[in-house]
Every structure is written in structure tokens, then in C-alpha cells.
């Protein structure tokens, strides 16, 4: 995984060994807080002390044994497990180097052959909670047909038929109405006369799509697509809106709007 700052909203994203403190810190107090392993009974600041001490020092030990075995190991889960298992040894001295400076624990053998069978597991949830942290939200893909700027002799022919003023517009839609055409574009709304099968020839190159027996769409132009109960309707840039058939909801539905 990258552990590079990223810049959000225009800030510089935390380093990743503040995160890892951050996170070792916060379990370091939930456990200070619980007091397991008969730690409760003693005095609240050398418990809190013991605890951020195992938990933030033999974290950091498991962090490093982290980046060394990241290039071999590429599973998070493999690698924790093989982490876990390698840090907890030198965990269990550390612990017991606490143990006996805070609580005057005698440091030997038997001892920290004991305390081996209670660090380890311990460890083992601390760096799996790091991976969980660190573990990247899936991502979810939307999948769209790409639609290119359409070749200027596309639209070319049936551009010629407007007016000056919308013959450069952005193309929206063309709706039919008997034997003329409403064409819809970024500037306004034209009326010509054109037969709609002859406007569907004149625009067959272009990026767009028929999507009623009454309506041809830019591709471009389309924001959203909607259908319920048999009923389709597509939105389209400047607020307006269009039927869409059976008939044709599937060339709506390969171009990836359903």
C-alpha cells in the first residue's frame, strides 16, 4: 500500500508513522482503561504508563518488521500473522523490562516463557487492527460508455439546416413533431422542416442516440437515465427531459446507463 502523504481538500495528508502512532496510542489507552492481565490492580498512572509503553513500543517494533517483510510478503493478512509472530519475542522482553522497572517483576526464563503465550496473541490483534485501518476502501467503478468529440463532418450536414446563430451550439436533442423537427440546443430551441428518419440519415455518425420513436439525443448531453415500471425518462443538460421506449431502452442500457 502507498504510505506517501496525499493532499485532501488542500491539505497535506499525515505522514504514515503518525497514523501508526495515532493508532497504537489509541490502544494503548483503551487497554490502560480495561487493565487485562491483572493490570487493574495497579495504581491508574503506572498502569496507563505499562500499557502505552508494550503497547506504542512493541507497535512500532511490529511497524518495522512490517516494512521489511513487505516486499516478500504482499498479503496484509499473510504478512500480519508472519509480523506477529516474529515481533513477539522481542515484544515479550520489553514487556518484561516494564514489568520490572514499574512493578519490580523479576526478570528470568519461566517469566518470560509465560509472558510469551500472553504477547503474542496480543500483538497479533494490535497489527491486525493496523491493517484494518490501513486497509483501502473498495473501489467502486462506474461504468460508462466514453463518448469522444464527434468528428466536425459528423453533424455537419444537419447543421446546415440552422439558423446562424445556433448552427455553432452545442446539440442537445431533436424532437419531432409531424413534418417539422424542435432541435434543442444550448441557445435555444429551433424549429425546422425536416422529416425526422431524414434528420436521423443526415446525423448517423454523430454521437447520439434515438431513444423514442419521436426523440434522437446527444450523447453528450445526457446527465441521468431513469426507468421505472416500464416507464423511461432521460435527463438531459439544461434541464430538459425526454421519453425513452422499450424499443430502445437497450441501446441506452449496452451504452452502460442501466
Request: hydrophobic share 50%; glycine share 8%.
Given at each position: 500500500m502507498?504510505?506517501?502523504?496525499?493532499?485532501?481538500?488542500?491539505?497535506?495528508?499525515?505522514?504514515?508513522?503518525?497514523?501508526?502512532?495515532?493508532?497504537?496510542?489509541?490502544?494503548?489507552l483503551l487497554?490502560?482503561?480495561?487493565?487485562?492481565f491483572?493490570?487493574?490492580?495497579?495504581?491508574?498512572?503506572v498502569?496507563?504508563?505499562y500499557?502505552?509503553?508494550?503497547?506504542?513500543?512493541?507497535?512500532?517494533?511490529?511497524?518495522a518488521?512490517?516494512q521489511?517483510?513487505?516486499?516478500?510478503l504482499?498479503?496484509?493478512?499473510?504478512r500480519?500473522a508472519?509480523?506477529?509472530?516474529l515481533?513477539?519475542?522481542?515484544?515479550?522482553?520489553?514487556?518484561?523490562?516494564?514489568?520490572?522497572?514499574?512493578v519490580?517483576?523479576?526478570?528470568?526464563?519461566?517469566?518470560?516463557?509465560?509472558?510469551?503465550?500472553?504477547?503474542?496473541?496480543?500483538?497479533?490483534?494490535?497489527?491486525?487492527?493496523?491493517?484494518?485501518?490501513?486497509?483501502?476502501?473498495?473501489?467502486?467503478?462506474?461504468?460508462?460508455?466514453?463518448?469522444?468529440?464527434?468528428?466536425?463532418?459528423?453533424e455537419?450536414t444537419?447543421?446546415?439546416?440552422?439558423?446562424?446563430?445556433?448552427?455553432?451550439?452545442?446539440?442537445?436533442?431533436?424532437?419531432?413533431?409531424?413534418?417539422?423537427?424542435?432541435?434543442?440546443?444550448?441557445?435555444?430551441v429551433?424549429?425546422?422542416?425536416?422529416r425526422?428518419?431524414?434528420?436521423?440519415?443526415?446525423?448517423?455518425?454523430?454521437?447520439?442516440?434515438?431513444?423514442?420513436?419521436?426523440?434522437?439525443?446527444?450523447?453528450?448531453?445526457?446527465?441521468?437515465?431513469?426507468?421505472r415500471?416500464?416507464?423511461?425518462?432521460?435527463?438531459?443538460?439544461?434541464?430538459?427531459?425526454?421519453?425513452?421506449?422499450?424499443t430502445?431502452?437497450?441501446?441506452?442500457k449496452?451504452?452502460?446507463?442501466?
Amino acid at each position: 500500500m502507498d504510505r506517501r502523504p496525499t493532499k485532501r481538500g488542500g491539505r497535506a495528508a499525515p505522514p504514515s508513522w503518525a497514523i501508526d502512532v495515532a493508532i497504537l496510542v489509541g490502544i494503548g489507552l483503551l487497554m490502560g482503561f480495561l487493565g487485562p492481565f491483572d493490570s487493574d490492580s495497579a495504581p491508574v498512572g503506572v498502569r496507563y504508563v505499562y500499557w502505552m509503553i508494550c503497547v506504542v513500543g512493541g507497535g512500532l517494533i511490529g511497524v518495522a518488521a512490517d516494512q521489511l517483510l513487505r516486499r516478500y510478503l504482499l498479503r496484509t493478512w499473510w504478512r500480519t500473522a508472519a509480523v506477529s509472530v516474529l515481533m513477539t519475542p522481542p515484544v515479550t522482553l520489553l514487556v518484561l523490562v516494564t514489568q520490572n522497572l514499574l512493578v519490580d517483576q523479576p526478570v528470568n526464563w519461566p517469566a518470560y516463557g509465560w509472558l510469551l503465550w500472553q504477547v503474542g496473541p496480543l500483538m497479533l490483534a494490535v497489527m491486525a487492527v493496523r491493517a484494518l485501518v490501513w486497509r483501502r476502501a473498495p473501489v467502486v467503478v462506474e461504468t460508462r460508455t466514453v463518448i469522444a468529440p464527434p468528428l466536425p463532418e459528423a453533424e455537419a450536414t444537419f447543421r446546415r439546416r440552422l439558423s446562424a446563430k445556433r448552427r455553432e451550439a452545442r446539440l442537445i436533442a431533436i424532437e419531432a413533431h409531424d413534418h417539422y423537427l424542435k432541435v434543442h440546443t444550448d441557445v435555444g430551441v429551433e424549429l425546422i422542416t425536416l422529416r425526422f428518419t431524414d434528420a436521423l440519415d443526415e446525423l448517423v455518425l454523430a454521437h447520439g442516440w434515438r431513444v423514442h420513436r419521436s426523440w434522437w439525443v446527444a450523447a453528450g448531453a445526457v446527465e441521468a437515465v431513469q426507468w421505472r415500471r416500464g416507464v423511461g425518462e432521460i435527463r438531459l443538460a439544461g434541464g430538459l427531459t425526454a421519453p425513452v421506449s422499450r424499443t430502445y431502452r437497450p441501446t441506452l442500457k449496452e451504452a452502460g446507463w442501466f
